[in-house]
C-alpha cells in the first residue's frame, strides 16, 4: 500500500481575492489567461477591464454593498466580478436559468446595490416584482431600457488600480454564490475575502496547479465551483478555456488540440463520453486528470472511460460553504475511486451521531462536520446560520459518511436523502451508481416515496439513452441482481432530463414534489 503522508500547513496572503488577477497581471503581462470561442484575453487585459469596471461603478455613486452578477459564462463575467470586488463590493452569484420568482427571492434576500445582467437575466430582473435598484448594467450591447450597456460603462473609466480595501478583510464579503436549495428556498452562502483566499489557495496546493497547466471549464461560472476555479487560475498564472455549457464532442476535441491538462466533470459528462463510440480516436495525452466532483463517483463508468481513453480520474468533494478534500495529488499511484480523498491543508474533518450531533471515534458513521479557514461566513438568512455552523467553528456538511484510520472519507449519502425501508437505511447515491452501470441509462436519481407498511421505498426517475428501448421491468430485475432485496426499486418512471443544481447535484425535492406517488402511501 502505498504510504500517504498528511498535508502540510500551507501560508495564506493577507489580501483580497482580487489581488490574485492583480498580482497575475504583474508577473505574467501578456500570456493569455482565458480563451472563450474565438476570443483571447490576457492576464494585463483582463485585470485592466475589471479595473475599469470597479472604476466606473465608484464613478456612478457605488459605495459599496452587494451587487447581483445575473449571466451565463462569458469573459465579462469574470471582469464584473473583478471589477465588484475592487470597488469594495459582493457579487451575489445567481443562477442564470432562474425566473421570475427565483430572482425576485434574490434580490429580496441580498438587497443589491446594483445589477449586472446579459440580456435575457435583464429583461427577466426587471419582471420579477422586487424593487430594483437604478444602477443596472447589461453585459448585452442592445439593453432593456434602463440598463447600461457593460462598454458603454467602462469606456473612458479610469485605468488605475482603486485604493487598497480598509477594514477586517475575514468580515468583508465578495461573493454570495446559493446553496443547492434541495429543501425550501436556496439561501445566500456569505463567503468573504479571508475564506476566499484560503479556499483559492488550498485548491491550487491540492489540484497541483501551476503556471504550466491549461484549465478547461463548461460548468457554470455562478458556482462556487467556477469561483474557485478562476480563483485557482488567477493565482497559478494558469490558462482557462472557458465553454458557455458542455458538448462531449467540442470538449473532446479541445482537450486534444488546446492539450488541456486539467478538465472538470461529474457523473452525467462521464457518462456523455462513454457513450462516445470514437472516445478512442482522440489524443488526450496532454491531460494529467478530470477532476470528478458534485456527484459520487460511479465506478464502472469511470474504469470504462479510463480504459478506453487513458483519462485518469482525480476525486474531491467540496460544498458552497466549504472545500473538504481531494485525492493527495502528490502521490497519484494512491488516487481512489471509492473516496473523495484526505482532508484539504488546515481542514478537519470529523463524524457526528445523527440524531444527538455528539462527536463520533475515527471510522465511525455519522454525519461530516468541517473546520477550516476556507468555511463561509454565514448565510443570508442569517438565522438560518446557527443550525449549520456550530459555536466552535465546525460546519455540518448534512453528508454523511465516515473517515477511516488512515485519513480517507468515504460518502454514504446526504442526511436529509437517505431513505428508511423497514428500518434500514438506503442511500440513493448507491442505487443511482448502480443505475449508471446499465449501458441504457444516460443519466438518473433515485428518491423515497412513501409506503403503508415499509415507510419509505426507492423509486428511480430514468433518462434512456439514445435509442435504448429499456424497460421498467428490466431496470428493476438488474438492480434487484445487484443489491439487498429491501434497496429494490419499487417503480421506475422515464423522464427528459433530471433536474440538477448548477453544480450538478440531483434535486431530489422537485421529483417528489412532481410525482403523485409522494403524495400517498403506496402499497
Keep these: 500500500m502505498v504510504k500517504v503522508r498528511p498535508s502540510p500547513s500551507l501560508h495564506y496572503p493577507d489580501h483580497p481575492f482580487h489581488q490574485f488577477l492583480r498580482n497575475a497581471a504583474d508577473r505574467y503581462g501578456e500570456r493569455v489567461v482565458l480563451r472563450f470561442d474565438d476570443e483571447q484575453l490576457t492576464f494585463r487585459t483582463l485585470d485592466a477591464r475589471g479595473t475599469a469596471f470597479a472604476n466606473a461603478l465608484l464613478r456612478a455613486g457605488f459605495e459599496g454593498g452587494r451587487v447581483i452578477l445575473a449571466s451565463a459564462n462569458r469573459p465579462e463575467w469574470l471582469m464584473a466580478l473583478h471589477g465588484v470586488s475592487q470597488a469594495g463590493g459582493a457579487a451575489v452569484l445567481v443562477n442564470s436559468s432562474w425566473k421570475q420568482a427565483e430572482l425576485r427571492h434574490a434580490v429580496e434576500l441580498t438587497r443589491p446595490a446594483a445589477l449586472v445582467a446579459d440580456g435575457p437575466m435583464a429583461d427577466v430582473l426587471d419582471r420579477c416584482g422586487a424593487s430594483l435598484p437604478t444602477l443596472k448594467v447589461c453585459l448585452d450591447d442592445d439593453p432593456p431600457p434602463a440598463w447600461r450597456p457593460f462598454w458603454d460603462v467602462v469606456a473612458g473609466a479610469p485605468g488605475r488600480r482603486p485604493p487598497d480595501l480598509e477594514g477586517d478583510l475575514g468580515r468583508r464579503e465578495v461573493v454570495l454564490p446559493f446553496s443547492s436549495g434541495t429543501t425550501g428556498l436556496p439561501k445566500a452562502v456569505r463567503h468573504s475575502h479571508r475564506s476566499l483566499v484560503a479556499a483559492t489557495t488550498q485548491r491550487v496546493s491540492a489540484y497541483g496547479i501551476s503556471d504550466a497547466d491549461r484549465l478547461q471549464f463548461f460548468m457554470p461560472l455562478f458556482t462556487i465551483y467556477g ?15 472557458l465553454f458557455r455549457r458542455f458538448d462531449a464532442e467540442t ?12 478538465g472538470f466533470a461529474a457523473a452525467p459528462v462521464a457518462v456523455a463520453l462513454r457513450d462516445r463510440p470514437d472516445l478512442e480516436r482522440y489524443d488526450l495525452s496532454a491531460l494529467r486528470y478530470l477532476m470528478w466532483g458534485a456527484t459520487p463517483v460511479v465506478r464502472d463508468v469511470a474504469a470504462e472511460v479510463t ?5 485518469r480520474w482525480f476525486v474531491a468533494y467540496a460544498a458552497t460553504e466549504v472545500p473538504i478534500a481531494a485525492n493527495p495529488i502528490a502521490t497519484p499511484e494512491a488516487w481512489r475511486l471509492d473516496s473523495p480523498g484526505m482532508p484539504l491543508p488546515d481542514t478537519e474533518v470529523r463524524t457526528a451521531d445523527l440524531t444527538t450531533g455528539e462527536p463520533l471515534p475515527r471510522g465511525a458513521e455519522g454525519e461530516l462536520q468541517v473546520r477550516s479557514p476556507a468555511a463561509m461566513m454565514g448565510y443570508l438568512p442569517e438565522e438560518a446560520t446557527a443550525e449549520v455552523v456550530l459555536p466552535d467553528g465546525w460546519v455540518r456538511t448534512g453528508d454523511v459518511g465516515r473517515v477511516d484510520e488512515e485519513g480517507w ?3 454514504t449519502d446526504r442526511a436529509k436523502e437517505m431513505m428508511k425501508v423497514n428500518g434500514f437505511a438506503v442511500a440513493p447515491a448507491e442505487l443511482e451508481s448502480t443505475l449508471f452501470r446499465h449501458p441504457a441509462v444516460a443519466d438518473c436519481a433515485v428518491y423515497g416515496i412513501p409506503h403503508r407498511s415499509k415507510g419509505e421505498v426507492p423509486k428511480a426517475a430514468v433518462v434512456r439513452a439514445p435509442g435504448a428501448t429499456v424497460t421498467a421491468e428490466e431496470l428493476q430485475a438488474f438492480v ?5 432485496t429491501y434497496k429494490h426499486l419499487a417503480a421506475v418512471q422515464f423522464v427528459d432530463a433530471i433536474p440538477r443544481n448548477a453544480g450538478g447535484k440531483v434535486l431530489r425535492r422537485v421529483l417528489r414534489e412532481a410525482d403523485p406517488d409522494a403524495r400517498l402511501p403506496v402499497g
Design 227 to 241: 469561483v474557485a476555479v478562476a480563483g485557482s487560475v488567477f493565482a497559478s498564472g494558469a490558462t482557462l478555456r
Design 307 to 311: 480504459a478506453r481513453s487513458g483519462i
Design 251 to 262: 470538449v473532446l476535441r479541445n482537450l486534444e488540440e488546446e492539450r488541456i491538462t486539467v
Design 409 to 411: 472519507l468515504h460518502l
Design 480 to 484: 434487484a441482481g445487484e443489491l439487498a
